[in-house]
């Protein structure tokens, strides 16, 4: 395990490609967005994946949030893009904003989950619980600049909390365990996150988009972007 300081304006980036060399190895990095620290591997990299569940004791099933420097990225995690990602996408990315699609089926099934269209569900974790069969992924861009510019070299990555399951998800370096970080290949610290609220979660999936998860953006702020 190594911590590197890093500017969370001005990301060197010698530091970055250090970070983005350990994900194309297999391995872990705990990286800042705006709103907890995560726990990262290559979305495409069902060994690395595999590693995070391990890391964190996080049980099988639960799905990972996709991690995106661009807002074209969609168009190869996802199937099946509504209009209404558009206008979401437009109005909220970068920021704390997750949104759920059909997968890619090139994607590793530790990654996404599975939804079914009948079913209103209160959280992210109850999604691989459903009924149906229809594999979904969450994706989301996130707004720190360390966050962008690490997934801008290395790719999508595959992210929840840098945190053991059940813990509150951390803000600072500092609210991680030590045993978790002893874990990881590489700890970027770029001090506390600005925003600490989780992303707020919506499911596109359906016919109509369902909010799973309340966090930094409203149910009223999304609706309205929605209608106009």
Same mark, same amino acid.
């Given at each position: ?15 970055? +490609? ?106 992210? +974790? ?48 500092? +609210? ?5 970080? +002893? ?46």
């Amino acid at each position: 395990m190594k911590i590197v300081k890093i500017s969370a304006q001005r990301p060197d980036p010698r530091i970055i +490609e250090e970070a983005a060399q350990v994900i194309r190895r297999g391995g872990l990095v705990i990286f800042p967005t705006e709103t907890v620290y995560g726990l990262g591997a290559d979305a495409f990299n069902a060994k690395a994946v595999a590693k995070i569940f391990k890391a964190k004791g996080r049980p099988e099933g639960k799905p990972l949030i996709v991690h995106v420097a661009k807002k074209s990225a969609i168009s190869t995690l996802a199937r099946a893009i509504p209009s209404v990602a558009r206008k979401l996408v437009q109005k909220f990315w970068p920021g704390p904003l997750t949104l759920v699609f059909h997968a890619n089926t090139k994607l590793p099934k530790l990654v996404t989950g599975i939804s079914n269209k009948s079913s209103i569900l209160g959280t992210m +974790e109850l999604l691989s619980q459903a009924g149906g069969k229809r594999r979904t992924v969450a994706i989301r861009m996130p707004d720190h600049p360390v966050a962008l510019a690490f997934i801008r070299a290395a790719g999508p990555i595959a992210a929840p909390s840098a945190n053991f399951s059940g813990d509150p998800p951390p803000r600072s370096i500092r +609210e991680i365990p030590k045993a978790l970080l +002893e874990k990881v290949d590489l700890v970027l610290d770029a001090g506390r996150t600005p925003v600490g609220a989780p992303s707020t979660i919506v499911d596109l999936v359906g016919k109509d988009p369902v909010v799973l998860r309340k966090g930094a953006i409203s149910k009223t702020v999304l609706m309205r972007a929605i209608v106009r």
